[in-house]
Each structure stands twice: as structure tokens, then as C-alpha cells.
């Protein structure tokens, strides 16, 4: 039983779809992220949300869009995606906290076709 | 930049047998937790790792936290079929505070 709750657990969709990502924790953290897991690859931090701002951003393109309406829920907004963006999507929160460990989701598989 | 090495790559051993995987950077490491994750799901939190020289056990499995703060390793004692997964070691930069960096991997596999 996780506290990180990601839907859905797979999607596929088209290049030219636009399609959204959802996280929800009931820990009472007050920080998200979203990573990016592809084969052979080392986890990829793209997005960080501390107190629902972004603070963190490491260059991911634009057709990926993140959203924190508040500390309980994360999105992530997908438009004109390409094929090599077919990954595991995981998102983690955590206190904000310099030594706080990261919870993780069950992620979304995703596949571009 | 800043990097963990996580090693070994992958392992396969027969069912009872002891593992140890490491993870060591040239940088220094506030903490470092080790995470497993299983096909299809999310990684867990197997330990956490606070103080230099810090030895921690959960179960069948120990990790010590480097007395340098470069380094850590994860033993599994008496593996089984279900230790087969893939385990990450993370820690947080002494300089960069809240940014978690992530090792490689380990992927471990158990033969009954």
C-alpha cells in the first residue's frame, strides 16, 4: 500500500494527443516531484514543486507541463510528445527538508507511438 | 558533475547466498537511503542512512554509511527468490541541500 497514488498505471497515446498525468499523497508532505525512468537509465528528476511553487526544472521540454494545485496533488500535462519520451513517469513526495527521504508512486507507463 | 557509482551493475546468484552492492561519489553526502524497486511499481524505501559510520539493519538487510560520507554499501544475507528487484542507492549532497541524486542501479536476480 503505497501513500503515492499515480493514475493511470499505463497509457498509450499518439504523437499528436494530449493527455495528463495524476499524483496524489496522502502523507501531508508538502513537496512533489516527478521523475522520468527509462531503461538501462539512471533516474531523471524533471520537475520539483516545495509549498506547491516550482523551485526545480531541469530542462525538460516544453511539451511536458507540470501543474501543483496544492500540496496533495500533482499533474503532468502531455502534448505532441515523441516516441523517445516513452518511459516510466514516477512521482514522489516528501517533507521539505534538507534530509528527507523521497516516497515514491507506482508510476505510469507510458508509451508514444 | 555530481555522480553517484553504483556498483555492481547486475548480479545473479543462487538462492541463499549473501549480495553486497556499493555506491561511492568524490563528493560529500548528507544522507544516503537505499530504495528497491520491483517490475512494474514504484521504489521503496528499504533504509536511511543520517550519520557517517552509521550502521543500520531492516531485516535481512544492512547498510553502513561511509565513515568519509563518500560511500555506502547494502548487504542481503540468505537472499531469496524475492529479493529480486532493482536496487538504487540515493543520497543528498552536503552542498546542494534537499537535491537527491540517484545511483545507477543494481539488478539483482535469485536463483532458487
Known amino acids: 500500500e503505497t501513500g503515492v497514488t499515480q493514475t493511470p498505471r499505463h497509457l498509450v497515446m499518439g504523437m499528436t494527443n494530449k493527455k495528463s498525468l495524476k499524483c496524489e499523497q496522502h502523507?501531508?508532505?508538502?513537496?512533489m516531484y516527478w521523475y522520468k525512468q527509462s531503461a538501462k537509465k539512471p533516474l531523471e528528476l524533471m520537475f520539483v514543486y516545495s509549498l506547491e511553487e516550482r523551485v526545480e526544472n531541469n530542462s525538460v521540454p516544453s511539451r511536458f507541463s507540470p501543474e501543483c494545485p496544492n500540496s496533495s496533488h500533482l499533474f503532468l500535462h502531455l502534448h505532441t510528445l515523441q516516441p523517445e519520451d516513452s518511459a516510466l513517469y514516477l512521482c514522489?513526495?516528501?517533507?521539505?527538508?534538507?534530509?528527507?527521504?523521497?516516497?515514491f508512486g507506482n508510476g505510469t507507463r507510458l508509451t508514444v507511438t | 558533475g555530481q555522480q553517484l557509482n553504483q556498483s555492481p551493475q547486475s548480479m545473479f546468484i543462487q538462492e541463499g547466498e549473501d549480495v553486497s552492492m556499493n555506491c561511492t561519489s568524490s563528493?560529500?553526502?548528507?544522507?544516503w537511503l537505499w530504495y528497491k524497486q520491483d517490475p512494474g511499481e514504484g521504489p521503496v524505501l528499504l533504509i536511511a542512512l543520517y550519520k557517517a559510520g552509521e550502521l543500520t539493519s531492516n531485516g535481512r538487510l544492512t547498510a553502513q554509511f561511509g565513515i568519509t560520507r563518500k560511500d555506502s554499501f547494502l548487504n542481503i544475507s540468505a537472499s531469496i527468490p524475492s529479493d529480486v528487484g532493482i536496487y538504487f542507492c540515493?543520497?543528498?549532497?552536503?552542498?546542494?541541500?534537499?537535491?537527491?541524486?540517484f545511483g545507477q542501479g543494481t539488478t539483482l536476480q535469485v536463483k532458487p
Open positions: 540515493a543520497g543528498h549532497f552536503s552542498s546542494n541541500t534537499g537535491k537527491l541524486i
Open positions: 514522489a513526495s516528501s517533507q521539505v527538508d534538507s534530509n528527507s527521504p523521497l516516497h
Open positions: 563528493s560529500i553526502f548528507n544522507t
Open positions: 502523507l501531508g508532505h508538502n513537496a
